[in-house]
């Protein structure tokens, strides 16, 4: 029972466009979302995240975007950089305390120079 | 800052032997979590400590699998006997209190077999 799904395996995105990866949950319990990169042989690291109390947050070239009523969430990343290169998760809870964070699969970004 | 460190970075085991995998959390962290990446199931919670005391352990798979925090700058994750399915990528990952960001380890790559 995946409560959390990034269901593009991966993307491929030329420099300088926008890439934007997506996520959808199931458990209407969910308040708080996260988004994770992670380089291979690194432990992930936090990218940005949005309350449920929000629809949008943005962080110089990531925006993130909620749609409670769909239960979706997608990031924005302009302009895609080749660094930007890596596994991107998105991750939930049920509390603003990050203690029972649910990840989805994961979803590879490429971008090509 | 040191970040969270984990050891060993990898390790190769014959089933049945002991594994004991390492982390020591960021300075001032409450929070400790455990946490194991593998290809079917992606990132799932094991077990996360606040100030020194297990709190949810429900991720744990089996008898098999132990985690202590016997003070606030050591936590060890331990299976005993390890079997090949065990293998993966065990991450420890620790948060302030005040905090919503989780910060990860770079991962301890197990191989059992």
């Known amino acids: 029972d995946q409560q959390v799904k990034q269901n593009s395996p991966s993307l491929s995105v030329q420099e300088g466009r926008i890439s934007i990866l997506n996520c959808d949950y199931t458990n209407s319990m969910f308040d708080y979302f996260l988004w994770y990169k992670k380089y291979p042989a690194e432990g992930p690291t936090f990218l940005i995240s949005?309350?449920?109390?929000?629809d949008k947050n943005e962080d110089g070239r990531f925006t993130v975007f909620l749609n409670k009523s769909a239960k979706h969430l997608s990031l924005h990343i302009v302009p895609s950089q080749p660094g930007d290169s890596a596994v991107y998760f998105c991750a939930a809870t049920p509390n603003n305390a990050g203690n029972m964070l649910t990840f989805g699969g994961g979803t590879r970004l490429m971008v090509k120079p | 800052d040191a970040g969270v460190i984990q050891s060993p970075r990898h390790e190769v085991t014959e089933m049945g032997q002991e594994v004991t995998l390492r982390c020591k959390p960021i300075?001032?962290?409450?929070?400790l979590f455990w946490y194991r990446q593998t290809m079917m199931r992606g990132l799932e919670l094991l077990i996360y400590f606040n100030n020194n005391v297990p709190i949810d352990d429900s991720g744990m798979p089996e008898d098999r699998f132990s985690a202590k925090m016997p003070n606030a700058s050591f936590s060890t994750l331990k299976i005993q006997p390890s079997e090949p399915r065990d293998s993966a990528v065990y991450f420890c990952a620790t948060r302030w209190g005040g905090q919503n960001t989780i910060y990860f380890g770079e991962g301890s790559w197990l191989t059992v077999v």
């Open positions: 300075s001032g962290h409450d929070y």
């Open positions: 949005i309350s449920s109390i929000k």
